[in-house]
Each structure stands twice: as C-alpha cells, then as structure tokens.
C-alpha cells in the first residue's frame, strides 16, 4: 500500500468501542471543516462536513463536534468497527472553496 | 457510476523528464483541484481551477503545470524543474458553488528511476 501516514499520531481502540479523533483548526476566520477517510492506496473520501453557525453534526455512527472558541474539530465514531480502520483528516476552507488539511491521524482498530 | 477518475496508478518520471498525470470528473463539477500528499503530511494545493480556461497556483505551485481545456478534465504536468516529484497526486472536484465537500480520485503515485 501507500506510505501516506508513516509517522501520523496513532489512536488505537477495541472493536466496539468509541473512536474520538481531535484536529485543532488555525483560522479562526474559517467557516466550513470537514472530515476525510483514507484508506491505503486511495483518495481521501468524505465523511461529513459542519459549517461554522453549528457546533454539532451527526451522521450514520458519526457526529462532528466544532468548537469555535478553541478552535478545535472533533470525530466521533462510533462502535468502531475493523472496516474504520484509516487516516483520518480534517480541513478547513481556506477560501475560494480551497481546503486546508491537517496532517491526519490513524485509527487502528484491534479485534 | 459519477466519479473522478486518475490515471496512471504509478508513474514513473526519469531525470529531467517531464511527466503528464491524467484526471477526469463526470461528475459535472465546475472547480477541480490538485494536491500532493508526502508521507507524514496532510495534502498540499498545487493549483486550482474554478471554471474552464482558468485556473490559479495553490500553496506548491513551482515545478508544476495544469491545463483546463474542458470542463471534465484537469491534466498536471510534473515537469523537469520540480526537485523532489516522488508523492501521491491527488485529484478532487467540487460543485465551486460555496463551501463543498472535494471528491478526490485515488492518486497517482510518481517516483523517480
């Protein structure tokens, strides 16, 4: 596969349980976040987005939180399941619908 | 089946070589973009284009070109003056109309010989 996450942060839990993965943002301008999976040898595919007048989203075993004040995003996933395993990220709209990515983090999920 | 599609899957690039990576939407979006993802790193904007016949330089734009000739396609070029090519190449596209989710193709990997 891909080498895309060799030296990510690692979050690792049990088949079953909660996953929350964290992302501070750095514009406290921004309006929009959304949160990708990437799986090995892909492209980054979308799991749900929040815009900046909420601070929660939720969708089907995720939920978006967004805190403003901290400047901080937050997934949510849960009862984790093998199939989540991935690298995570988070963006930030960076304008003129450009995205401005985190550096990602990796769920690894243990039977 | 909608989608983005990018081609090759690996692509190899001899020394002082200029390279073409192939990406193409059916999905009838108006913006397309190009990233580069390293290992340990998020994507990083290479250029951009919000409609035909233009298009604009993100982040990482030196040693690199684009083309947007049709609506569906958004060609790059990794050309000789680009140092460091080896990287995932990703391709997205979005409706361009406000904030959107991207919808990425699955990359092209470069390396050099």
């Known amino acids: 596969g891909e080498s895309v996450g060799l030296h990510l942060p690692t979050l690792s839990v049990q088949e079953g349980d909660n996953s929350i993965i964290n992302c501070a943002y750095s514009n406290s301008a921004s309006d929009y976040f959304i949160w990708y999976k990437q799986e090995s040898g892909k492209g980054p595919q979308f799991i749900i987005d929040i815009r900046s007048n909420m601070d929660k989203r939720q969708g089907q075993r995720v939920t978006v939180l967004l805190n403003k004040t901290v400047k901080h995003l937050s997934l949510q996933i849960a009862a984790t399941q093998p199939g989540d395993s991935a690298v995570y990220f988070c963006?930030?709209?960076?304008?003129?619908?450009?995205?401005?990515f985190g550096a990602g983090t990796r769920l690894a999920v243990h039977p | 089946d909608g989608g983005i599609t990018q081609s090759p899957k690996y692509l190899f690039r001899k020394e002082g070589q200029n390279v073409t990576l192939s990406c193409e939407q059916n999905?009838?979006?108006?913006?397309m973009y190009w990233y580069r993802q390293d290992p340990g790193q998020g994507l990083r904007l290479i250029y951009y284009s919000q409609i035909v016949n233009d298009f604009q330089k993100g982040d990482i734009a030196e040693g690199y070109s684009v083309s947007r000739e049709k609506k569906e396609s958004f060609p790059l070029t990794v050309t000789s003056a680009q140092k460091n090519p080896t990287a995932f190449y990703l391709c997205?596209?979005?409706?361009?109309?406000?904030?959107?989710?991207?919808?990425f193709g699955d990359g092209t990997r470069l390396s050099i010989l």
């Open positions: 999905l009838n979006h108006d913006a």
């Open positions: 963006a930030e709209s960076g304008g003129y619908n450009k995205l401005i």
């Open positions: 997205a596209s979005s409706t361009g109309t406000g904030n959107q989710p991207q919808h």
